[in-house]
């Protein structure tokens, strides 16, 4: 294509330097090289991004629009390097200007505009989308901060903010004409039309604008380029001049402040009533904006709302998004004056629902005063659904309805009634999907079963996947050389060619190079963890890893227990391991939750006593990696020998991060749960070590499940806990881990940490053993690599607009 003409590269480089900086090249610093370089990047993201909305225009396509409250994008300047398929070209003319480009890809800030696995899933599936040349885009909040800047002081998580100076990034692209203004807050007034129907008008409200601004997605081979945009909350006005001019210099900008402050921050403390309603602001905000800028697109094309639902696809990423049923509502019934009936067919056959949780504690409620406050008019409008959805339960089930209704009401009753957004997401579309075979079928079974019976054709699967653009081809540039060089390079843009490697998985000279490239990613890992947290580690011992938000379900603390196990081996017996092993954690724990902050110390205590003991003779050593984001797991995943995925079974919805170690060569231990079990399925029980109980074993043995019986069996569980409960890893806090001590042996051991210790351990030990024999280690690890194709977000994207969304590639 025309647009990749290096030289225009070059004269877009030299003119941001000279015209835009006012500098030369010979005095320009390095962060000075990094922004012209993104210049001249964005100038052929935005040239493609002409052609590619004008080929979805000349083929009045059907786009498709991804709402969620987080897109954990990274670093873009490499990522699209890759996509344009530019970046040698790029590194040699860096190099000609005496600068490395690796260097310069750390001069870019971490966008703050997601947390975890959500947000890293919609990242991916942009670029998928883009790679697959589909018309589909995200929509989400341009945050100032992100969650939090994790720092650990004294072996403890503490926060800190964590700033994207989104407003200086070179990525993004600020488009003044198409603010939107949206109503919160205020009343409604009961009044009839000219007709004498009832006319509800919503009178009083406050106004806050929505600045939009752009992020531009490439897809791999520069054919098509696609959008992230996201909103920035202004007040409608800067201040109020006449008590400016009072005097009360504080009190008039006082507006504009409380307005901005909802773009300010990812996930505002929900603790106060005060960070409860910005949160359900946070997201009407998104809802809002969004509905009206993708019907503000439609309008550009079309007259009516007849074609809306077959030139339009809205997908909810999770609850956050769900009330988008009541706001695309709310604005064909008030602003276009369709009537209920058409509108709710509209709504729902343009809604899917992705769930991301099997936690009933964890599906979204909201108090139903609280949205009286904040949005009075979608309140009544949820009302009216809800009344009418149950309707058609009882003339469904007639006599049985009474309890039907109960669970599958929107409104909650209670002492404080509350609006299950689940249930109003699952009403108002036509799909609703989960993200991974077992989470669907416990998501039909066990969460909403009442509404699998009710709809028995909206439910369905589409397991998550990731791009192996950024995940194989970035962030493991020596493993990606080493599969082009044996195949080709058709495997970056369809990842189920990766399978061709297998014919190598005889040949010693190619196994020996495959091994060489675990083995520089490890070296490169140990430099990591030497400049983060001073310490040394042996590049020839398993890389053990976990990295993950911590959180009791996904079961850091069995890790750990196998850790104590493992020393108390070596220090009371002198049993030493089969094979060396460094144990690498990383994560987030929320700020509130003191359990999982309380693991993170003890790991942290752990650490300090085992790498410290010379018994131990560096046959363990423990390491915690502070402040886990995208660019720490580009270098942390491509390292691993070990995966560690063990969540209690049935807890875990799909995950993404086991997907990526076993690209990248990791052998997983892990529960079936999960994607986990798809992985089983795809890589073998051979190269895969499955150990605990299954999802029906857990359901089963929870009313009656005694942990003091395992503790009672199992003289190692046992000297591990009394470890826990005493002050052995606390000597100068005493009594700090009878929390966890408690959780595990008084309070029921809800994720069943003790039933799965002894399978744990068992497992652990064969994997030490099998390490020790590296001709068939690196075996598994080749054929985890080439069996993973499956968790392409490629193909879960296909799925999606297949069988969803019903949108095409447009090439």
């Known amino acids: 294509m025309s647009y990749f003409d290096f030289t225009s590269f070059e004269n877009t480089f030299h003119v941001y330097i000279k015209y835009v900086l006012g500098k030369q090249v010979e005095t320009a610093s390095k962060f000075d090289i990094f922004n012209a370089v993104c210049s001249a990047v964005n100038r052929l993201l935005i040239d493609i991004g002409f052609e590619s909305y004008e080929r979805y225009r000349k083929n009045d396509a059907k786009r498709m629009y991804y709402l969620s409250m987080e897109f954990l994008i990274g670093r873009l300047l490499s990522n699209n390097l890759l996509n344009l398929e530019i970046y040698d070209k790029c590194k040699d003319f860096l190099h000609k200007k005496g600068h490395d480009i690796e260097e310069l890809v750390e001069e870019e800030g971490h966008p703050a505009l997601g947390n975890g696995g959500l947000g890293r899933l919609a990242a991916c599936f942009l670029d998928s989308l883009a790679s697959l040349d589909m018309p589909g885009f995200g929509y989400g909040i341009n945050y100032d901060y992100g969650l939090f800047k994790q720092v650990i002081v004294n072996g403890y998580q503490t926060e800190k903010p964590d700033y994207w100076p989104n407003r200086n990034s070179p990525w993004l692209i600020r488009r003044s004409g198409n603010t939107i203004i949206i109503p919160v807050y205020g009343k409604i007034e009961e009044t009839k039309d000219i007709n004498g129907d009832y006319n509800p008008m919503w009178m009083h409200w406050k106004l806050i604008v929505g600045r939009p601004h752009d992020i531009l997605i490439s897809g791999f081979g520069g054919r098509t380029v696609n959008r992230l945009r996201l909103f920035s909350a202004w007040a409608s006005e800067n201040f109020d001049m006449k008590i400016f001019n009072d005097g009360d210099y504080v009190k008039a900008v006082e507006k504009k402040i409380r307005s901005e402050t909802i773009s300010k921050i990812l996930y505002p403390s929900d603790a106060q009533y005060i960070g409860k309603e910005l949160r359900l602001i946070q997201e009407y905000f998104l809802v809002a904006c969004s509905v009206k800028d993708i019907i503000r697109i439609y309008l550009k094309y079309n007259d009516n ?175 990606s050389k080493l599969i082009c060089e044996s195949i080709g390079t058709r495997w970056k843009s369809d990842l189920t060619r990766i399978w061709e490697l297998e014919t190598y998985s005889d040949d010693k000279e190619f196994l020996t190079k495959f091994a060489q490239v675990k083995k520089e990613n490890k070296i490169r890992l140990t430099r990591i963890i030497k400049d983060l947290v001073y310490m040394d580690v042996n590049p020839d011992s398993i890389f053990d890893i976990q990295v993950k938000r911590i959180h009791e379900y996904k079961r850091q603390l069995l890790n750990i227990m196998n850790i104590i196990h493992t020393y108390f081996q070596i220090k009371e017996k002198q049993i030493y391991p089969p094979a060396p092993r460094t144990f690498i954690f990383a994560g987030k724990a929320a700020p ?220």
């Not at 339960?393 to 006599?399: E, N, S």
């Not at 070590?689 to 190692?716: C, H, T, W």
Request: net charge negative; aromatic share 10%.
């Open 305 to 479: 709302f007849d074609n809306f639902h077959k030139k339009t696809a809205i997908q909810l990423n999770d609850t956050h998004p769900a009330l988008t049923v009541a706001e695309l509502m709310r604005v064909l019934i008030d602003d276009q004056g369709m009537d209920w009936e058409k509108a709710w067919d509209i709504t729902t056959k343009t809604l899917g629902y992705t769930n991301h949780t099997l936690l009933p504690e964890a599906l979204e409620k909201w108090p139903l005063s609280l949205m009286e406050k904040v949005i009075p008019r979608h309140l009544q409008i949820i009302f009216e659904i809800n009344q009418r959805f149950l309707e058609s339960i009882k003339k469904k089930y007639k006599d049985q309805s009474q309890e039907m209704i109960s669970k599958m009401s929107i409104i909650e009753e209670g002492e404080e009634k509350q609006i299950r957004m689940a249930n109003l997401a699952i009403v108002g579309s036509h799909s609703v999907n989960g993200v991974a075979k077992v989470h669907s079928d416990l998501l039909k079974t066990r969460l909403v079963p009442e509404f699998d019976s009710f709809y028995p054709d909206k439910f369905n699967n589409k397991t998550n996947g990731v791009t192996p653009r950024r995940w194989m081809v970035s962030c493991n540039p020596g493993l």
């Open 592 to 811: 509130g939750y003191y359990t999982a902050k309380l693991t993170i110390k003890l790991i942290h205590e752990i650490a300090k006593i085992i790498n410290n003991d010379p018994d131990v003779k560096d046959m363990i050593k423990v390491v915690f990696l502070p402040d886990y984001r995208v660019s720490l797991a580009e270098k942390i995943i491509p390292a691993a020998d070990v995966s560690e995925q063990i969540s209690t079974a049935g807890m875990e919805a799909s995950g993404t991060g086991n997907m990526k170690f076993a690209m990248n060569g990791a052998v997983t231990v892990g529960t079936l749960d999960g994607a986990n079990i798809e992985i089983y399925e795809e890589v073998g029980e051979e190269n895969i070590y499955i150990f605990g109980l299954q999802v029906e074993e857990v359901e089963a043995l929870r009313p009656k499940y005694n942990p003091q019986s395992y503790i009672d069996q199992n003289i190692d569980l046992k000297r591990v806990l009394e470890a826990l409960s005493s002050d052995y890893f606390c000597k100068k806090e005493p009594g700090l881990f009878q929390l966890l001590y408690e959780n595990l042996v008084v309070k029921g051991d809800y994720y069943f940490h003790l039933a799965d210790f002894k399978a744990y351990i068992k497992t652990q030990e064969q994997i030490g053993n099998d390490f020790n024999n590296q001709d068939t280690w690196i075996l598994k690890s080749l054929l985890n690599t080439t069996r993973t194709a499956k968790f392409s977000s490629d193909r879960t994207i296909l799925e999606y607009a297949n069988e969803i969304w019903g949108i095409q590639s447009q090439i």
